[in-house]
């Protein structure tokens, strides 16, 4: 099952804050967020792990509810290089991320 | 390091051909990951090789196929292509499967 990212789509401008949603129907072992600009390869950003392990960028924030099976990524200060489509992959348990459609995200000056 | 590649990059293949796509993962990576990604559907995770064991394998039928090399490098394979085969095909390498992937630039398929 896909998990659900929200919003579909968000326009910020420089400095300003935002907040991208991970909802999954099933139980979590693992949360990863990627950012994927136009025309690139997704590029790690962070995993949190069952247990409240985090591994990542200084400067990325992450929550990660295991009882709601939810996970959120916190950019603050927005620069025009946090522009892209956020994607977060959820695991189980198993050697299989599995991908939301994704959060296009556009910081303008 | 270098980073992990992809060949070919671009391909243009017709319906009912079959086509055979290689990545080579980062030095040390043993597990490759394959997503087929479409507008449509974001990323779709195909199958995940550990030491040339199938782990994991999505839901694409047969036609998708897949395997890896004692060096780690890992092709797949897509029998009788069609029209909606298309996309880019992106393989990911990581030291175990389950932490932190590195993504190709991917192999944009085009079946026409």
């Known amino acids: 099952q896909q998990p659900v990212q929200s919003p579909q789509a968000v326009i910020l401008r420089e400095g300003e804050d935002a907040v991208i949603n991970c909802s999954s129907s099933?139980?979590?072992?693992?949360v990863h967020w990627y950012r994927q600009k136009h025309g690139e390869a997704p590029v790690f950003l962070m995993i949190?792990?069952?247990?409240?392990e985090q591994k990542g960028h200084e400067k990325i924030s992450a929550s990660f509810n295991e009882k709601k099976q939810q996970s959120s990524l916190y950019l603050t200060a927005s620069q025009l290089s946090y522009s892209g489509t956020y994607f977060c992959?959820?695991?189980?348990?198993?050697?299989?991320?599995?991908f939301g459609k994704g959060t296009k995200l556009s910081v303008i000056p | 390091k270098a980073g992990v590649t992809q060949t070919p990059r671009y391909l243009i293949k017709t319906r009912g051909q079959q086509v055979t796509l290689s990545c080579s993962p980062i030095?040390?990576?043993?597990?490759v990951s394959w997503y087929q990604q479409t507008p449509g559907q974001g990323l779709q995770f195909l199958f995940e090789?550990?030491?040339?064991?199938?782990?994991n394998k999505g839901n694409f039928p047969g036609r998708f196929s897949g395997r890896q090399f004692s060096n780690s490098r890992s092709e797949m394979n897509v029998s009788t292509l069609e029209l909606g085969d298309s996309a880019l095909y992106l393989c990911?390498?990581?030291?175990?499967?389950?932490?932190?992937?590195?993504f190709g630039p991917g192999t944009r398929l085009t079946v026409t």
């Open positions: 949190l792990l069952k247990g409240g």
């Open positions: 099933k139980a979590l072992y693992s």
């Open positions: 992959g959820t695991g189980a348990g198993s050697y299989q991320l599995t």
């Open positions: 990911a390498s990581s030291t175990q499967g389950s932490g932190e992937q590195y």
């Open positions: 090789y550990f030491s040339e064991t199938q782990r």
């Open positions: 030095s040390g990576h043993r597990s």
